[in-house]
């Protein structure tokens, strides 16, 4: 079978470093990417110790210029990326009337900005290759969530966006999908609580309780769906936005 190579975006730490590793265990390339190359030697370091083959790319992926360099880099030292996690993201939480249109632009740029050239770079060899696989980091604050209309209006939109990629790429063997993670332990959700300044054992406690399953989801978690999503076998499955959020939201 074809060695494909993976791009995660926003991989030197939490969701997207889990991804990456899971994803070169599952005997992928993996292309590192994040705003800071040098931020993404961990990541590199455990793939390659685990005998895996990764490159740390630094990207912006808000920006033309920067993703364009990015993914040709990837194209020449690892191969044609046939495999894009759209995992990069960030946080500018306020209530409406105290959110800046900097806030609002920012969260919109790294977003939805971001996944759609990431997307719209990657699929020229997607398409060439008759094979892809796109998989997008929506959030179910998409359903909304107090303080966050930036992000919640950004991760709805990559649900449509998703839809609509694998509308247009079906035909190419190019599937698009969206996975929904509810509360995830991660440096993001740790500076939310600090943010509201409950101490973060107390806040992964809280979220638990929230879930069916009582527990706070882990990277992991969402490096298995991503894994399922991006396997050469899951060619029938596209469009679809998958919770990851212990237990069905409501
Ligand atoms: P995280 O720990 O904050 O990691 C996000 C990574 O993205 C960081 O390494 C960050 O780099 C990078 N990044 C930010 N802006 C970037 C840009 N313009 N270009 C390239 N990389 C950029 O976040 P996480 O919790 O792992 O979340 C990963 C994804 O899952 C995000 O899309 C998030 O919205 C989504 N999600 C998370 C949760 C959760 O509970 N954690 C729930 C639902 C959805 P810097 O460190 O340099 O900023």
């Given at each position: 079978m074809t060695q494909r190579t993976a791009i995660v975006t926003g991989a030197a730490r939490g969701i997207g470093a889990a991804v990456a590793k899971r994803l070169a265990a599952d005997g992928m390339k993996v292309a590192v990417l994040d705003l800071d190359e040098s931020a993404c030697a961990a990541t590199v370091e455990a793939i390659k110790t685990a005998g895996g083959d990764a490159l740390a790319v630094g990207c912006?992926?808000?920006?033309?210029?920067?993703?364009?360099?990015?993914?040709?880099?990837?194209?020449?030292?690892?191969?044609?990326?046939?495999?894009?996690?759209?995992?990069?993201?960030?946080?500018?939480?306020?209530?409406?009337?105290?959110?800046s249109a900097d806030d609002w632009d920012?969260?919109?740029?790294?977003?939805?900005?971001?996944?759609?050239?990431?997307?719209?770079?990657?699929?020229?060899?997607?398409?060439?290759e008759g094979f892809g696989?796109?998989?997008?980091?929506?959030?179910?604050?998409?359903?909304?969530?107090?303080?966050?209309?930036?992000?919640?209006?950004?991760?709805?939109?990559?649900?449509?966006?998703?839809?609509?990629?694998?509308?247009?790429?079906?035909?190419f063997g190019v599937t698009a999908n969206?996975?929904?993670?509810?509360?995830?332990?991660?440096?993001?959700?740790?500076?939310?609580?600090?943010?509201?300044?409950?101490?973060?054992e107390d806040f992964i406690k809280g979220a638990a309780e929230m879930t069916a399953v009582k527990k706070a989801g882990q990277p992991d978690d969402i490096a298995n769906a991503a894994s399922f999503f991006c396997d050469e076998r899951s060619g029938y499955v596209s469009g679809q936005v998958l919770y990851v959020a212990g237990g069905p939201l409501c």
């Open positions: 912006d992926v808000a920006d033309e210029e920067s993703v364009k360099g990015a993914v040709a880099r990837v194209a020449d030292e690892l191969g044609a990326p046939t495999v894009l996690v759209n995992n990069a993201g960030i946080l500018r939480d306020n209530l409406l009337f105290k959110m920012m969260v919109m740029n790294v977003h939805l900005r971001g996944s759609f050239l990431m997307s719209r770079e990657c699929q020229a060899h997607m398409t060439k696989r796109i998989v997008n980091l929506s959030s179910s604050s998409a359903l909304g969530n107090r303080g966050q209309a930036n992000y919640s209006a950004a991760k709805a939109g990559l649900q449509g966006f998703t839809k609509t990629l694998a509308i247009e790429l079906g035909k969206a996975i929904a993670p509810g509360f995830i332990e991660t440096d993001m959700t740790a500076a939310t609580a600090e943010r509201v300044g409950v101490p973060f």
